[in-house]
């Protein structure tokens, strides 16, 4: 499953992606986190980016870009993902779009999580008093300023993209100021269309699959059993000529049907040699008549 969040910064997208994520066995791939990272490994990304950042302005689209698609082609994102946080500007979801059919892949849904900007500014608050008690970083961007300028950034650059994903129909919005889980449910009733097809397809392709398995499993039993012909074949020949010839005729009289065996009486090997007796004595009867 492919999926893309979008949404104002606090508008829920981190959360509900952690739940897909959960949920679909996917991967989540947050820019604004992967961009963190750059900026304290203090890779050239990172250095580029932490100013902008920093201010709540945009990085630039090259370097965003660079950095899905190279995460997208790792092993762990083959099941799929949930974008969050991109794309952020028309230029970069027509960049997804062209990543995706180079890749032949294609996107599940674009998920809006729709909210009030005057509750959000309450909400970034909120998460910043909550994490500042718990003793947690706080984020360099999570101030009133530069929160202000992420907002603007959003509708200037960002809602653009409603538009964008509403004329390829790939758009549901869900109502984000509800609460944690009914967003939750909200986002899994409107997938629930998308991992039916995908179940549905599965089966097709999965019969597919076991009829090949089938037809190669056919096609093996048939060698053996030639082969096991061949070898039972080969063994007879070779054992019949290895008997002698009175144990072949033996055989042969076995192997006749019970009448036949009536008729023959006893083996040819049997009666052969009876009938040599009997030879004999004849012989020595006229050798006797003659000296008489
Ligand atoms: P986020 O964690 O998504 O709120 O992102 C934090 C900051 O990272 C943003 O204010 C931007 O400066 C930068 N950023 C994250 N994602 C993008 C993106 N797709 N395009 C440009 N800048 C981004």
Known sequence: MRLILLGPPGA??????QRLVAKHGIVQLSTGDMLRAAVAAG?????????????GDLVPDDVVVAIIADRIGQPDAKRGFVLDGFPRTVAQAEALDRLLKERGLKLD????????????????????AEMTARGEKIRADDNAEALKKRL???????????????RTGQL?????????DTVTRAIDALLEPARTTRRRAKPAAARGASRARAAKAKTARGRAAKRGAKRAAKTSRSRAAARPTAAKGRKRTAKATPGSRKKAGRPVAKRGRSASRTGARKT?????????
Request: hydrophobic share 40%.
């Open 284 to 292: 020595r009867a006229k050798r006797l008549t003659r000296a008489r």
């Open 43 to 55: 890779t050239p990304v990172g250095l580029r980016a932490k100013a902008i950042m920093d201010r």
């Open 152 to 166: 603007a950034a959003y509708r200037a650059q960002t809602a653009p993209l409603t538009d964008y994903y509403g």
């Open 12 to 17: 829920g997208k981190g959360t509900q992606a």
């Open 172 to 180: 549901r919005t869900v109502d984000g100021m509800a609460p944690i």
């Open 109 to 128: 849904a674009v998920i809006e999580l729709k909210v009030d900007e005057g509750i959000l500014i309450k909400r970034i608050e909120t998460r910043v």
